[in-house]
Each structure stands twice: as C-alpha cells, then as structure tokens.
C-alpha cells in the first residue's frame, strides 16, 4: 500500500472520530452541559446494546479471543505496575498516575478505531479487551480509589451482564428474532457517537492542572501499552487484526471516566484531569501514528 492511500486511509478513521469529539469540545465550551444523564444512559443502555449485539453475532468466536483477553489484562496490570514505580520515583501521588496509566479510553476511542479500521472482525476483539477493562476498572480499579467498594458490584454493570448474555446466545447458536436484533443494533449504533461527544464536552470543562503530572501521565500510558503490546503479540504468535487491534489497545490514552470516579472519591481529581485531558489531546499526534504502523 503506497504511502498516499496508507494516509488517506488513517485520515478516513481518525476524522469522524476528533470531527465529532472536536464537537463536544466546542459545545461544551460555549455551554455549561451536564452530560451525567446522557452518560448515564449511555453505560446504562446503548454501550450494552453495542456489546451484546457484537457478541451475539454469530461470526464471534469466542475461543479466537481469548489471548486478546489475556493481553488485555496483562497489559493493564503491567501498566498499572509501571504507574506504581513512577510514582515512586517522580512523587506523583499513586491514586492519581496508577488508574491512569491501568484503563485506557478503550470505549471512547477504542471501540470507533477498530470498527472503521477492520470493520465487524476488528470490533468483536475490541469489544473482548473493552470487557476485561471495564470488569478490572469497576471491580480492582474502584478498590484501588476505595478501599470500602465492593468487588462484586462489577457483575452488576449492565456492560457485563449484556456481555454474558452475548457470549451465551453466541455460544447456543440461538438466533434472534430479526426486528429485535435490528432494534438492539440501533440502539448500539448511539453508543460510538455520544460516547465521542460526551468526551469533548468531558475535556472542555477540565483544566490543565499540574503540567508535568500531565504531560508524565501522557506520554508514559501510550509507550507502556506499546511496547507491552508489542512484546505480547511476539510471544503470543499474533498476526493480522487481533495484533493490530492489541497494539492500538495498548496505544489508546487514559479514560475520561478516571476523571469521573476521581471526583466521585475524591482522589487527586485536579492531577487525574490533567492526564486526561493532555493524553487525549496528545492521542491526535499518536493514535495516527500507531495507525500507519499496524495498517
């Protein structure tokens, strides 16, 4: 593929993607909006609907996955360790750079780049390393902010629960009724753009904060996830999509919803909003980049 259409190719993914958080951006700033309801609706149902629909799909096959599964985690947990060893040599505090450099915008930015990237196939793994996020991040990953939280409240997520049912319908061979198949995919077809949007809007009300905890938070969460990535899909013997779809997992920047639970616990938000917001502003740069290597 000639350097021209490998560019043309990346700008055709990347574009809607900043277009529509570029959007957000700009109306949160002119407007004081309060994206909790939409938010709420969002995990509460169209992100489920994506999921299950993903899942329940009969071209998913769910033992094609499971290194994704493992990777995903690994490199969480590696990140996660990595967060804990900066923030002992550079003083950031552990509650502000640990779940930062753990979960990843593997929702936001994640799920969109697969899907334009490498279509249904490209989405069913990012949809499997999506759930080993989200079930770290609602279970270790509040722990970790609070020590009170319950573990088992993971399983309660309407992600997991629609995940298993997925898995489970995917699994029996069962197909649904079209129409009600049709309704759940259109419900899931909300999720990518008001997830972009309200990643705008979330960005558009941070600040800067501590530049250098930003800027260490930045640049750290994409070379940890990288190279992880990179070394797991030598020793897992991964090719074609699942090794790209690995490696742009571990690229991604760190989750506008660490910022939610910080503020929600009350750890560090001021830090934790500047990782995010100068992680996601550095993802412009990056995340075209990975691109052109994978693709």
Not at 143 to 158: E, G, I, S, T, V
């Amino acid at each position: 593929m000639s350097e021209s259409v490998t560019l043309i190719k990346i700008l055709s993914i990347v574009f809607p993607i900043f277009s529509i958080v570029l959007l957000g951006f700009a109306y949160g700033r002119r407007h004081d909006t309060d994206m909790n309801v939409s938010n709420q609706l969002n995990m509460d149902i169209f992100i489920p609907a994506l999921v299950f629909s993903a899942l329940a799909d009969q071209s998913f096959i769910l033992t094609g996955h499971y290194k994704l599964a493992l990777g995903a985690f690994i490199i969480i947990s590696g990140s996660g360790l990595l967060g804990w060893l900066i923030s002992k040599t550079s003083g950031i505090h552990l509650k502000a750079i640990v779940p930062t450099m753990m979960f990843n915008n593997c929702g936001n930015l994640g799920l969109p780049l697969a899907m334009l990237a490498f279509g249904r196939e490209g989405l069913s793994a990012a949809v499997m390393m999506f759930l080993v996020s989200n079930l770290m991040h609602f279970s270790f990953g509040l722990w970790f902010l609070d020590h009170q939280a319950k573990w088992h409240n993971a399983w309660r997520a309407p992600v997991i629960l629609a995940a298993l049912a997925g898995l489970g319908l995917s699994l029996s061979g069962f197909t649904l009724w079209q129409p009600l198949q049709m309704a759940i995919k259109m419900l899931g077809d909300v999720s990518i753009p008001m997830a972009l949007f309200a990643l705008g809007v979330r960005i558009a009300s941070s600040h800067l904060g501590e530049l250098r905890i930003g800027l260490i938070g930045a640049l750290t969460r994409p070379v940890s996830g990288i190279l992880i990535a990179w070394l797991l899909s030598k020793l897992m013997e991964l090719q074609g999509v699942n090794k790209s779809v690995l490696i742009i997992f571990g690229a991604l920047p760190p989750a506008v919803i660490n910022y939610v639970f910080a503020e929600r616990y009350n750890q560090r938000p001021n830090e934790v909003a500047a990782i995010v917001l100068i992680g996601n502003i550095a993802a412009v740069a990056i995340l075209p980049l990975v691109l052109a290597w994978v693709l």
